[in-house]
């Protein structure tokens, strides 16, 4: 009998850890990119805990996703090119699009894009574009027009440029009149070349709060997103942000479920809750980037629908081009990278 009991007792608790388990949902995302309004909601509704923990890169993101094997995380959100990256590594699983009742309310020119044929493996959670933020008390608008500008001897000190791989060398390669995405390594080394004659001017290499130093004055223009740059305005009006001449980098952040998830049912869950537009509503409006729901941008204020730094203009977006997995010539990014970062 008290074998029985021993025995029924340990089955209690097993039935009750894997109902925790189960209860659980952990989240992978960019730093201030996810209100707590949201998180408290999604567990109110569902009962579902989520453990949340943040990353200031995608670089960083992949290293530990990767190093994990796909395990420990239930959702992450990289950008369009470590989307492709990571589902051809088989560190992404398919989504079951059938559980997304609220898949409809996504901008169609986003979806079905080379990095996820038909979305199988990513669904867009935000987008945005990386330009120029200037505080216009410290700085004359009119004189930073384009990249180009940013390599004035007069801002010695005084800029800011992503923690961002990719971004850095996207400034670098649009001056000198290359692509974004260029795979050619005598354009990445010259990139990298023309970002060395920047690096007196460079305070502090910055992506996880970039607003709180233009906000604190420690910085006085440089490199950020745009609803990074959208947030500071809020805060402080001589915030501005500028879409340089030589175009803009564009991305798109999307919620993926990594290939060892172990909350598959609660990751669905959390996918199509913030595709609700009215939860899609309060996270556009929170973290200042470009909603891709368009049901949710029709409940937004007018005077959010028309800033242009959150939801920029056709003409805003002239030359701009999206990032994509620039494959093998990756390596040679991150080679030039890391000297660029030692000031080599």
């Known amino acids: 009998m008290?074998?029985?009991?021993?025995l029924f007792v340990l089955l209690c608790c097993w039935l009750n850890t894997a109902l925790a388990a189960d209860n659980t949902l952990v989240v992978y995302n960019w730093s201030e990119y996810l209100p707590k309004q949201v998180i408290?909601?999604?567990?109110?509704?569902?009962?579902?805990?989520?453990?949340?923990?943040?990353?200031?890169?995608n670089e960083a993101m992949y290293a530990k996703v990767k190093t994990l094997k796909g395990k420990g995380y239930d959702l992450v959100a990289p950008s369009t090119y470590y989307v492709d990256r990571m589902r051809r590594e088989g560190l992404l699983q398919k989504i079951d699009k059938t559980r997304l009742k609220n898949?409809?309310?996504?901008?169609?020119?986003?979806?079905?894009?080379?990095?996820?044929?038909?979305?199988?493996?990513?669904?867009?959670?935000?987008?945005?574009?990386?330009g120029i933020a200037i505080d216009t008390k410290a700085v004359e608008s009119q004189k930073v027009t384009a990249?180009?500008?940013?390599?004035?001897?007069?801002?010695?000190?005084?800029?800011?440029?992503l923690n961002?791989?990719?971004?850095?060398?996207?400034?670098?390669?649009?001056?000198?009149?290359?692509?974004?995405?260029?795979?050619?390594?005598?354009?990445?080394?010259?990139?990298?070349?023309?970002?060395?004659?920047?690096?007196?001017?460079?305070?502090?290499?910055?992506?996880?709060?970039?607003?709180?130093?233009?906000?604190?004055?420690?910085?006085?223009?440089?490199?950020?997103w745009n609803g990074d740059a959208y947030m500071a305005h809020q805060e402080n009006?001589?915030?501005?942000?500028?879409?340089?001449?030589?175009?803009?980098?564009?991305?798109?952040?999307?919620?993926?479920?990594?290939?060892g998830a172990e909350h598959l049912e609660a990751a669905h869950k959390f996918i199509d809750f913030v595709l609700r537009p009215e939860i899609a509503k309060i996270i556009t409006e929170e973290v200042g980037y470009t909603s891709p729901n368009l049901a949710a941008i029709k409940l937004l204020p007018e005077k959010m629908r028309t800033n242009r730094i959150a939801y920029p203009t056709e003409e805003d977006l002239k030359n701009a081009e999206f990032q994509v997995d620039v494959g093998e010539a990756l390596p040679i990014y991150e080679k030039y990278w890391q000297r660029l970062k030692a000031g080599q």
Do not use: C
């Open 103 to 130: 898949l409809g309310n996504l901008n169609p020119r986003l979806l079905n894009q080379p990095y996820d044929p038909n979305n199988d493996y990513s669904i867009p959670y935000l987008w945005g574009t990386t």
């Open 164 to 224: 961002d791989l990719r971004e850095v060398f996207a400034m670098g390669l649009k001056v000198l009149g290359h692509s974004i995405n260029s795979t050619d390594e005598t354009e990445i080394r010259a990139a990298y070349e023309k970002l060395t004659q920047i690096l007196p001017n460079v305070r502090v290499f910055n992506a996880e709060s970039p607003k709180a130093l233009y906000l604190s004055g420690e910085v006085t223009l440089g490199m950020d």
């Open 2 to 6: 008290i074998a029985i009991r021993t």
């Open 237 to 259: 009006p001589n915030i501005q942000y500028i879409y340089p001449k030589e175009g803009v980098s564009m991305w798109l952040d999307s919620l993926v479920i990594p290939s």
């Open 147 to 161: 990249w180009a500008d940013l390599w004035d001897p007069a801002y010695k000190n005084k800029l800011l440029l």
């Open 40 to 57: 408290a909601q999604f567990t109110k509704e569902t009962g579902i805990k989520v453990k949340y923990s943040t990353y200031d890169s």
